[in-house]
């Protein structure tokens, strides 16, 4: 173990020394900025630099999907909040997300790598913290993005199974068969992510324009063809559908419809390292992916793609009890609004593709995760998730065993669907312990006066006050995120996050006692430190 140390110091020393003879660019080594960002971090650059500003931003909104998320999830906002609820708690969230994302963005300006919030947790943390906060958030990351891919595409697999449902009357909807469809999407993005992961960049570009024209076609169909309630029932007729026995309460239990579709904006920092020019094009994409989902051109001033579409959906449902109780929502009106199977298949498809891309960027997002962690020595098996192909410039361990995961967590739901909306809410509440932690640790820096690295994107004299209404954000929707959509519910309507949750960082603990703690040291040992 301490050899695999020594190895990975070697390594990064050799990389510095690599870095400071050269000084022309190329499509590794990047521009000089990320040579030298590289090298005040004292980190080898393993993994092309493919792209660029636009490509990172197409990633980020595609993973992000804000308004393909928000017509998927909208029975979550119905049931508790209805359409009034739904519409301001996605309002309050994108709010929330502004200040929570453009803390973020500053941070990977000062700190511009794959392994994201565990890293700046190292950086930034009291001394005597940093190694052991690091070693959490890294398990909290890994978690979250891990989960989320199986999230995403047993997701698009039940989006799939529905339409299918739809267009074929005979057709009798199985568990394992949502199984077998969320495998063979999240295969496809393991064999996209490894065969054509040099066309990731141009692909994502090309999904973005998908993502646009999509948002288009379908809200202006919505408007031509679907029954029209009046605004005023939309925007202030609230429910209490999960029974809380206060409009409030159960709104607040629905905010969760507004979270899932603003979460993500981290993941072009863990697609740092194929970046050029990381410091400055990471912030500008973290800040626009965070506005084009809450503010769509100037035709829509303050209105986001997100909250125009929902708006447009809330409009448009009908009976809400029959679009609450389908399987998926949105194909449901999309069928009542167009009367046809075949119109409401073509609106569909849109979804269904975006979704399957979001997968796709998310086993991207997700293998760079584990191997940034890996590298650092954070998990078992560090070197073998950590090996980078040298014909691919990938880490194609990584990219496999998200495969695995993703096989092993879809087949929870032939069982228990519950377990699997369990697991998805580790996600959650594992992402927001990690956005937390890291902006506390700047804030912490911040209050006591301590100094932060330079970077091309400072909030300067507001950083104080951003980061403290991120971090009173961002506690809020931790907490409403544990609880369950029903009071006093059955096991099968139980949110089990937060035993999954508690078992999840005591086994995380367990394991940095008894053998982490020996080889893992955090990523500021090999950094020029701050103080």
Aim: charged content about 10%; aromatic content about 12%; proline content about 4%.
């Amino acid at each position: 173990m301490g050899f695999e140390r020594k190895s990975t110091q070697l390594k990064n020393e050799q990389a510095t020394v690599d870095i400071e003879l050269s000084d022309v660019a190329d499509l590794k080594e990047g521009n000089a900025e990320d040579r030298r960002d590289m090298m005040r971090m004292g980190k080898a650059q393993e993994l092309k630099r493919n792209f660029r500003f636009l490509s990172i931003f197409g990633f980020s909104m595609i993973l992000m999907q804000s308004w393909e998320a928000v017509i998927s999830l909208s029975s979550i906002g119905l049931t508790n909040g209805g359409t009034a609820g739904s519409i301001w708690m996605y309002l309050v969230c994108w709010a929330g997300f502004g200040f929570v994302n453009v803390s973020m963005a500053e941070m990977s300006s000062m700190a511009p790598t794959t392994g994201g919030q565990y890293h700046w947790v190292s950086e930034f943390a009291p001394k005597r913290h940093q190694k052991f906060l690091s070693y959490v958030m890294g398990w909290m990351c890994v978690l979250a993005w891990q989960t989320g891919c199986a999230s995403t595409a047993y997701i698009a697999g039940s989006q799939i199974q529905s339409l299918v449902a739809l267009n074929y009357e005979t057709y009798v909807p199985q568990g394992w068969h949502g199984t077998m469809l969320s495998i063979a999407v999240n295969a496809f993005s393991v064999f996209f992510n490894v065969a054509l992961a040099r066309k990731l960049p141009l692909i994502e570009a090309g999904l973005l324009t998908i993502h646009v024209f999509g948002f288009v076609g379908i809200m202006v169909t919505l408007w031509v063809l679907a029954p029209r309630t009046p605004a005023v029932e939309v925007f202030t007729t609230f429910n209490d559908g999960g029974g809380w026995g206060s409009i409030g309460g159960s709104t607040m239990i629905g905010i969760m419809s507004g979270i899932y579709p603003l979460l993500g904006a981290d993941a072009a920092v863990h697609m740092s390292e194929e970046l050029q020019d990381a410091a400055k094009t990471l912030p500008r994409s973290m800040i626009w992916t965070t506005f084009f989902s809450g503010a769509f051109e100037y035709v829509c001033a303050f209105l986001g793609k997100g909250w125009v579409m929902l708006i447009t959906f809330c409009s448009c449902l009908g009976d809400i009890n029959e679009v609450i109780s389908s399987p998926t929502p949105f194909i449901t009106v999309f069928h009542n609004a167009t009367q046809t199977k075949s119109g409401a298949t073509a609106m569909s498809a849109f979804v269904i593709v975006m979704t399957v891309a979001g997968n796709l960027t998310g086993v991207a997002t997700a293998s760079r995760q584990l191997w940034a962690f890996s590298r650092d020595q954070g998990m078992p098996l560090s070197g073998w998730f950590a090996h980078v192909h040298p014909g691919y410039n990938l880490p194609i361990n990584s990219i496999i065993t998200t495969l695995i995961v993703t096989v092993l967590l879809t087949l929870i739901p032939i069982g228990s669907p519950v377990a699997l909306n369990s697991l998805t809410s580790l996600g959650t509440n594992a992402i927001l312990s990690s956005y937390m932690c890291s902006t506390g640790c700047v804030l912490w820096r911040r209050l006591t006066g301590l100094p932060l690295l330079p970077s091309k994107f400072s909030l300067g004299r507001w950083g104080l006050a951003i980061n403290i209404i991120s971090e009173m954000f961002l506690v809020v929707f931790f907490v409403f995120a544990f609880f369950p959509p029903v009071p006093e519910p059955a096991l099968d309507l139980m949110n089990w996050n937060i035993l999954i949750y508690g078992v999840s960082v005591i086994g995380s603990l367990v394991y940095y006692g008894l053998s982490a703690r020996k080889r893992y040291v955090g990523p500021v040992e090999y950094v020029r430190k701050l103080d």
